[in-house]
């Protein structure tokens, strides 16, 4: 029986090079690129196949892949190992070590083989033979790599330089990135260089030493997070906070480049890391014209092209020694000698905010636009708006109630002006939206309430009265303004006579005291004490472009552009994708935690209001911002247990605010509806994954008419009552999908 060697096979790559087809939700090792299985499917059955000894396999993968990953083990024996998966990518250094971690604490000072999920090998047979040349030097302490004999000068691979030779077995002399054409040609004549194949065959203890000789740093960040982790029959999970703290390193750069006497043994079976459209031409079942042809094609006087479409028909004539790669959404042509730079291409996507390097639009993945419609609609008109047309109004004191039990009786507590003025905007949207209750009087209802007892003498509005109408708190709070301005708009167009009155009466007050003097956007308070937030501002662009669909006046919008300039040149962050919430008098991020502060559910926000001021404005570039924001919400801001939105990250992606709110989320719905119509990606099945996100985990939970608000990091609920402050979220984001789905 041979020695026990615990396999680990490194999962977490996205394959750009491999772009359109390989994207980051859905990377090459989950495609069937020659017709036998995914790649990662492959790797596993060859690690399976060892003809003799103990081969415990283990998977490193990324969490937000976890159902790819069990789906693609289902029915594979791992022979006692599983999966462990990473809350963010730290690169292969931290993979190493996590499999080392895992093989000392499990298996003792054994064998470790680490090898990746998404290599073409020629038989199992001739893998493992050499993978056994390699053991005796593993298990006398050295680090052993396997190293290919080259046959052409290739650009994409790295380099293993060799020199003396003992016993079937190299010295390594270093360790070389990937060369230029010219290099690559060098390194042929030369005789002692061979590719790397990035798999590695070590000693647990030989690499933990390393660790600690070379990257004490990676190695005891590694360990925290691993120690940290907990385990279900689906695989180890580890926290976010502890695994994104791992310094980010390639395992070459960090431990190989560094360590001595290294050995490589010259691999003896066929290798391709098909990691380049001409690599999978190389690999693919040729026709009599050197052409490899995949999917619907029709292809005519083509000669050694990989031409493939994965939807529809696509077809071409005369075409020699290039790649074309369709999808439904992306299109790819290049030289097959230039196929290695599509990394240019997808870099150049993600700065301008394209959404097509991250979601694939594939076909068996699709969910029927409009799937949810009857339910949507069966939950706003006959549920939720009947309840609040009802109980959520308070007949004796007039106005709205601030809060509902779950019991629908409503509980006591102070009325925020910024929740009357959404329950007005709430009832004026249904209204437009054909709702056939009593909008006219509910309307009219907020608005004599809030007028009678809300104004200041100045001529603006308190920040919250008592539940019988007296004021509570006087503050002319410039949040609250936009949410009476939003208001205001939709009454106008609902018909209310004193809406368009009380709107310049507000806008009249906020010219002469809640602007600021030097003109940089708005104080958050007419004393202009505190701190700066871009919330208020975001809701004050809203309130703009609102009255501008309500009059067609410009000035509206030219306030609206002055609200977007401060965007731009504050509130924005180019290099992270995200936005700021606190700053100083000076718009600079305040000190601390709250200067690195950013809330995805305000992303959402922003993203659907740019897309709006671009219709409005013919400013078609500030899309690409829409799409930045939301790509960064999306990788960073999103709880990969529930699929919510976290109610902070910081600017590094770290979790402040672990609680997952319903109005996120309903603007998440927003922002995907937006971005679909802007000339990106199509996002309609985005869009109703994030309705039935919406209802599994806030809407069906609780009685009808009501949601859950709050949820903790489990998709537990924390809701002791239910906000009427939320309803205008609900009601906003699920008639624009009402919208977007109508029948035409």
């Not at 070459?252 to 380049?276: C, H, Q, T």
């Not at 009380?502 to 505190?530: C, I, K, P, Q, V």
């Not at 600017?651 to 000339?679: F, M, N, T």
């Amino acid at each position: 029986m041979g020695q026990r060697i615990v396999s680990f096979v490194m999962s977490g790559g996205v394959g750009s090079r491999l772009w359109p087809l390989s994207r980051e939700d859905n990377p090459k090792q989950f495609h069937d690129l020659s017709g036998d299985g995914s790649m990662l499917v492959k790797t596993l059955r060859r690690l399976t196949a060892r003809p003799a000894g103990e081969t415990p396999i283990f998977l490193i993968a990324s969490e937000r892949h976890a159902d790819r990953v069990h789906a693609d083990l289902a029915g594979l024996d791992l022979a006692g190992g599983s999966p462990l998966f990473e809350p963010a990518g730290r690169n292969t250094a931290a993979a190493v070590a996590l499999a080392t971690l895992r093989a000392l604490s499990e298996f003792g000072d054994s064998l470790v083989l680490v090898v990746p999920s998404d290599h073409e090998i020629a038989t199992a047979g001739q893998f493992w033979q050499s993978i056994e040349a390699g053991s005796q030097a593993a298990r006398a302490g050295r680090l052993v790599v396997f190293g290919i004999k080259p046959t052409q000068p290739e650009t994409g691979y790295g380099y293993i330089e060799v020199s003396a030779e003992r016993g079937g077995v190299f010295e390594v002399s270093r360790f070389v990135e990937k060369p230029d054409l010219a290099t690559a040609n060098d390194y042929l004549k030369a005789g002692n260089f061979y590719w790397n194949t990035g798999i590695f065959l070590f000693r647990a203890g030989a690499m933990r030493d390393a660790f600690k000789t070379f990257q004490p740093d990676i190695w005891h960040a590694t360990e925290a997070a691993y120690e940290a982790a907990t385990t279900d029959l689906s695989g180890l999970y580890m926290p976010l906070e502890l695994y994104a703290a791992i310094p980010s390193n390639s395992i070459d750069y960090a431990i190989m480049e560094r360590a001595k006497d290294i050995a490589m043994v010259p691999a003896g079976f066929r290798w391709n890391d098909l990691g380049s459209w001409q690599s999978l031409l190389d690999v693919g079942p040729a026709d009599d014209r050197g052409n490899v042809v995949v999917g619907d094609v029709v292809a005519i006087d083509c000669e050694n092209s990989y031409i493939r479409s994965d939807g529809r028909l696509l077809s071409a004539i005369g075409m020699k020694d290039v790649a074309i790669v369709s999808t439904a959404d992306a299109t790819f042509v290049a030289p097959v000698s230039h196929s290695q730079h599509v990394k240019k291409i997808v870099e150049q996507l993600e700065k301008s905010g394209r959404l097509e390097t991250r979601f694939t639009p594939a076909h068996d993945r699709v969910i029927e636009s409009g799937a949810w419609r009857r339910r949507v609609h069966h939950w706003l008109f006959q549920e939720t708006l009947p309840l609040w047309s009802t109980s959520g109004v308070d007949e004796r004191h007039g106005g709205f109630h601030e809060t509902l039990g779950f019991d629908t009786k409503p509980l006591v507590k102070p009325k925020r002006m910024r929740t009357q003025a959404r329950q007005v905007y709430a009832f004026a949207v249904a209204k437009e939206r054909g709702w056939t209750g009593p909008a006219d009087r509910l309307i009219a209802h907020g608005i004599d309430f809030m007028a009678g007892q809300g104004r200041t003498e100045r001529g603006g509005w308190v920040r919250t009265l008592n539940v019988d109408g007296s004021v509570a708190d006087p503050v002319e709070d410039a949040y609250d303004h936009s949410c009476i301005l939003l208001a205001l708009a939709h009454a106008h167009m609902s018909g209310n006579a004193d809406a368009l009155r009380l709107g310049e009466e507000t806008f009249a007050f906020l010219d002469a005291h809640l602007e600021d003097s030097r003109m940089t956007g708005f104080l958050d308070t007419s004393d202009g004490a505190g701190e700066r937030r871009s919330n208020p501002h975001m809701h004050l662009l809203e309130a703009f472009l609102a009255w501008h669909q309500a009059t067609g006046e410009r000035a509206h919008l030219r306030r609206a552009a002055r609200i977007i300039e401060l965007f731009r040149s504050h509130f924005f962050d180019a290099e992270s994708w995200t936005l700021g919430e606190y700053f100083d008098a000076e718009w600079k991020p305040v000190p601390g935690e709250k200067g690195t502060w950013t809330e995805p559910g305000h992303h959402f926000e922003w993203a659907s209001l740019l897309v709006d001021f671009a219709g409005r404005s013919g400013q078609a570039e500030l899309s690409v911002f829409a799409r930045k924001l939301y790509a960064s919400a999306v990788a960073n801001g999103l709880n990969r247990a529930t699929g919510l939105a976290y109610g902070a990250v910081s600017r590094q992606g770290l979790p402040l605010d672990l609680i997952s709110r319903s109005w996120p989320q309903a603007e998440a719905l927003k922002a995907a509806i937006a971005l679909d119509g802007s000339g990106g990606p199509d996002l309609k099945p985005e869009i109703e994954a994030r309705v039935g996100r919406l209802f599994r985990w806030h809407v069906d939970p609780a009685p009808l008419g009501l949601w859950i608000d709050r949820i903790d990091e489990r998709g537990r609920s924390l809701a002791t009552d239910v906000p009427a402050s939320i309803f205008y979220h609900l009601v906003c984001a699920l008639t624009q999908y009402l919208d977007g789905t109508a029948e035409k």
